[in-house]
Protein backbone atom coordinates (compact mmCIF):
# COMPACT_ATOMS: atom_id res chain seq x y z
CA UNK A 1 0.00 0.00 0.00
CA UNK A 2 1.17 3.57 -0.88
CA UNK A 3 0.55 6.49 -0.45
CA UNK A 4 -0.14 10.28 -2.45
CA UNK A 5 -1.61 13.11 -2.34
CA UNK A 6 -4.03 15.23 -4.89
CA UNK A 7 -0.85 17.22 -5.13
CA UNK A 8 1.36 15.21 -5.66
CA UNK A 9 -0.56 14.29 -8.69
CA UNK A 10 -0.93 17.77 -10.24
CA UNK A 11 -4.22 18.52 -8.22
CA UNK A 12 -5.16 21.11 -6.10
CA UNK A 13 -5.11 19.74 -2.36
CA UNK A 14 -3.77 17.90 -0.11
CA UNK A 15 -6.28 14.86 0.20
CA UNK A 16 -4.66 11.94 0.52
CA UNK A 17 -4.56 8.24 -1.41
CA UNK A 18 -4.01 4.90 -0.47
CA UNK A 19 -4.13 2.12 -3.10
CA UNK A 20 -1.61 -0.55 -4.35
CA UNK A 21 -1.07 0.74 -7.53
CA UNK A 22 -0.70 3.78 -9.65
CA UNK A 23 -3.60 2.50 -11.15
CA UNK A 24 -5.97 2.69 -8.46
CA UNK A 25 -4.52 5.87 -7.16
CA UNK A 26 -5.32 7.52 -10.29
CA UNK A 27 -8.74 6.66 -10.28
CA UNK A 28 -9.29 7.72 -7.27
CA UNK A 29 -7.77 10.93 -8.15
CA UNK A 30 -9.61 11.28 -11.07
CA UNK A 31 -13.05 10.87 -9.06
CA UNK A 32 -12.38 13.15 -6.85
CA UNK A 33 -11.19 16.05 -8.94
CA UNK A 34 -14.66 15.31 -10.57
CA UNK A 35 -16.62 15.27 -7.49
CA UNK A 36 -15.25 18.33 -6.08
CA UNK A 37 -15.07 20.52 -9.61
CA UNK A 38 -19.04 19.32 -9.97
CA UNK A 39 -19.46 21.10 -6.56
CA UNK A 40 -17.68 24.00 -7.86
CA UNK A 41 -14.58 23.93 -6.15
CA UNK A 42 -12.43 26.48 -8.56
CA UNK A 43 -9.11 25.23 -7.96
CA UNK A 44 -9.83 21.71 -8.67
CA UNK A 45 -12.03 22.96 -11.96
CA UNK A 46 -9.05 24.71 -12.83
CA UNK A 47 -6.67 21.48 -12.22
CA UNK A 48 -8.80 19.56 -14.26
CA UNK A 49 -8.80 21.96 -16.99
CA UNK A 50 -4.77 21.88 -17.01
CA UNK A 51 -5.32 18.29 -17.70
CA UNK A 52 -7.59 18.21 -20.27
CA UNK A 53 -4.83 20.69 -21.83
CA UNK A 54 -2.23 18.60 -21.27
CA UNK A 55 -4.33 15.49 -22.84
CA UNK A 56 -5.12 16.96 -26.03
CA UNK A 57 -1.01 17.67 -26.81
CA UNK A 58 0.25 14.47 -28.65
CA UNK A 59 2.40 12.46 -26.15
CA UNK A 60 1.98 14.89 -23.40
CA UNK A 61 0.00 13.05 -20.75
CA UNK A 62 1.49 9.40 -21.47
CA UNK A 63 4.51 11.40 -20.47
CA UNK A 64 2.80 12.78 -17.41
CA UNK A 65 1.40 9.44 -16.24
CA UNK A 66 5.04 7.63 -16.52
CA UNK A 67 6.49 10.16 -14.39
CA UNK A 68 3.79 9.90 -11.97
CA UNK A 69 3.91 5.80 -12.51
CA UNK A 70 7.62 5.90 -11.38
CA UNK A 71 7.05 8.40 -8.35
CA UNK A 72 4.43 6.05 -7.26
CA UNK A 73 7.05 3.08 -7.57
CA UNK A 74 9.54 4.98 -5.91
CA UNK A 75 7.39 5.79 -2.63
CA UNK A 76 8.07 3.58 0.57
CA UNK A 77 5.26 1.10 1.25
CA UNK A 78 3.29 2.70 3.73
Known amino acids: MKTMTCRQLAGACDQE ?3 ETFEEIAKMSERHATEL ?3 GDEAHSAKM ?3 SKL ?3 PGAF ?3 YEEMRRAFDDLPED
Open 49 to 51: EEM
Open 37 to 39: SKK
Open 17 to 19: FRA
Open 55 to 57: MRK
Open 62 to 64: EKW
